[in-house]
């Protein structure tokens, strides 16, 4: 049984509960990019993935994360790909996922004011996915305290971001099922943001069933399509700076953070066995009722 310590109604961090994992991959098709800028400055990476993994994954980025950033990485050399693990506890005491709101924004923010020109690329799975949703949120959710999130990123900050990519997004379904609002992805970042979701997935589906089909991303390809997405986002970018050399450097941020804590591994990840996932409360009600 799971204990769940009581939280206000509707509460950000709860909704995060529905999640298990995050994780990215890159496709064929952009092995070689000589013409296009590379360095900039010598701790900036090209590239940063920042990913969040799901409930039960130990500390990392899940067996869909590693699979994404290992793909991606190996597509976008020569140029560099560093990533981010999302710092929270990803376990069933789903109000900590507020942990994980936090530590992201922190993390992609002060990489945008140290690192202006390296391109983002923002992905998770599972409970993952709904904190990297809630991340790009503009607004705070109808129903949840301001004093209990963290402010919605600066405008600007999605200049620096060229991809959001999730994968088993808990569905509108699942978040009533908790009480809980919706997952939106921030308008800012909906035009370069792709959900992936396995049909009859329990987590994503509407009318979904199977905790199998949540497990499946990897051995269906939809990592692989995920991939793709972000490093041809990424690639229109690296474009678009050769092109227009002078306009590179989109500008600074202006908001203040707060110093976060997750890890950074510029190393090929280790792939982690995938657990099965924990979800919070009573399982969804069936699809018509």
Known sequence: MCQHRPVKPRRISSLIGAAVAVTWVFAPGASHQPLLPTAHAADCP????????????????????????????????????????????????????VDGI??????????????????????????????????????????????????????????HVSAVVLFGKPSARFMKAINDPPVVVGPLYQVKAKELCENDDVVCDPHGSSFDAHNSYVDTGMVNQGATFALGQLQAGWAADA??????????PSAAISPAAGSMNSGTPQHLPLPQPALPGPPPAAPGT
């Open 243 to 252: 092109l227009n050399p002078l306009s590179t450097t989109p500008t600074p």
């Open 46 to 97: 090209d590239a940063l993935a920042v990913f969040a993994r799901g409930t039960t994954e130990a500390p990392g980025n899940g067996f869909v994360g590693d699979a994404f950033v290992s793909t991606l990485r190996n597509q976008v050399a020569p140029k560099t790909l560093d990533v981010y693990s999302v710092d929270y506890p990803a376990t069933t005491d789903f109000p900590t996922a």
């Open 102 to 159: 936090r530590d992201a924004r922190n993390h992609i923010v002060s990489t945008a004011a140290a690192c202006p020109k390296t391109k983002m690329v923002l992905g998770g799975f599972s409970q993952g996915a709904a904190v990297m949703g809630f991340v790009t949120a503009g607004t705070i959710p109808d129903g949840v305290e301001a004093g209990d999130v963290p402010a919605p990123m600066p405008p600007e900050i999605a200049e």
